[in-house]
């Protein structure tokens, strides 16, 4: 029997507006422009905390929980990213994006800077099964930009929190809740 493979949709948010979740026209020149607006230092994050932030957080908005929120005023923006259904495997289509964003990435004006890969899921289906696979997309992303595109894996954390933070203004099984953040999480400084 032939296996049907459905194509899921994720969003990928890489910094602009806090709250700004809509999937935008993706070019190198707007990611680095986009993500390049950081201009305070970015607060020490401990992706534990946030991971069970999310998860006991019933269900708030980001812009609501302590440690999210000083994120949620972080650099961001959204752009779009196919995975096969349920499964980590990207779109062979999303390789281009995947690439703009890598490219950005690589430019002078972001060398210095640390990035945060947030996985979503919609609320459809198994909550720790959605919890799992919003780790993994993220994770596998991070992986692509790294060793397809040769981003320092060491710039980007991942962190996946599946159904917890849905976007503002929709139901927690909408499409659009299945995305990946990026945030700019500023200058990398060694600890002394």
């Not at 950005?104 to 947030?118: D, G, T």
């Not at 659009?176 to 990026?182: A, C, E, S």
């Given at each position: 029997?032939?296996?049907?493979?459905?194509?899921?949709?994720?969003?990928?948010?890489?910094?602009?507006?806090?709250?700004?979740?809509?999937?935008?026209?993706?070019?190198q020149d707007r990611i680095v422009k986009?993500?390049?607006?950081?201009?305070?230092?970015?607060?020490?994050?401990?992706?534990?905390?946030?991971?069970?932030?999310?998860?006991?957080?019933?269900?708030?908005?980001?812009?609501?929980?302590?440690?999210?929120?000083?994120?949620?005023?972080?650099?961001?923006?959204?752009?779009?990213?196919?995975?096969?259904?349920?499964?980590?495997?990207?779109?062979?289509?999303?390789?281009?994006?995947?690439?703009?964003?890598?490219?950005?990435?690589?430019?002078?004006?972001?060398?210095?800077?640390?990035?945060?890969?947030?996985?979503?899921?919609?609320?459809?289906?198994?909550?720790?099964?959605?919890?799992?696979?919003?780790?993994?997309?993220?994770?596998?992303?991070?992986?692509?930009?790294?060793?397809?595109?040769?981003?320092?894996?060491?710039?980007?954390?991942?962190?996946?929190?599946?159904?917890?933070?849905?976007?503002?203004?929709?139901?927690?099984?909408?499409?659009?809740?299945?995305?990946?953040?990026?945030?700019?999480?500023?200058?990398?400084?060694?600890?002394?």
């Amino acid at each position: 029997m032939r296996r049907i493979l459905l194509k899921t949709t994720l969003l990928f948010a890489v910094a602009l507006l806090p709250g700004l979740v809509a999937a935008q026209e993706v070019s190198q020149d707007r990611i680095v422009k986009g993500l390049g607006k950081l201009t305070s230092a970015a607060p020490a994050i401990d992706l534990e905390l946030l991971r069970q932030e999310a998860i006991n957080g019933g269900n708030k908005q980001m812009g609501e929980l302590p440690n999210w929120k000083r994120l949620a005023k972080l650099p961001q923006m959204v752009v779009e990213i196919n995975f096969e259904n349920d499964s980590v495997a990207i779109q062979p289509a999303s390789y281009r994006t995947l690439g703009m964003i890598a490219d950005a990435l690589h430019h002078p004006n972001m060398w210095a800077y640390n990035f945060l890969i947030v996985g979503h899921a919609s609320s459809t289906g198994d909550e720790k099964h959605n919890l799992d696979l919003s780790e993994r997309r993220a994770a596998a992303i991070k992986e692509a930009l790294s060793t397809t595109f040769a981003v320092d894996p060491q710039r980007l954390y991942a962190l996946g929190v599946g159904e917890y933070l849905p976007i503002d203004g929709t139901q927690g099984d909408a499409s659009n809740n299945r995305r990946v953040q990026l945030i700019n999480l500023g200058v990398f400084k060694k600890k002394s």
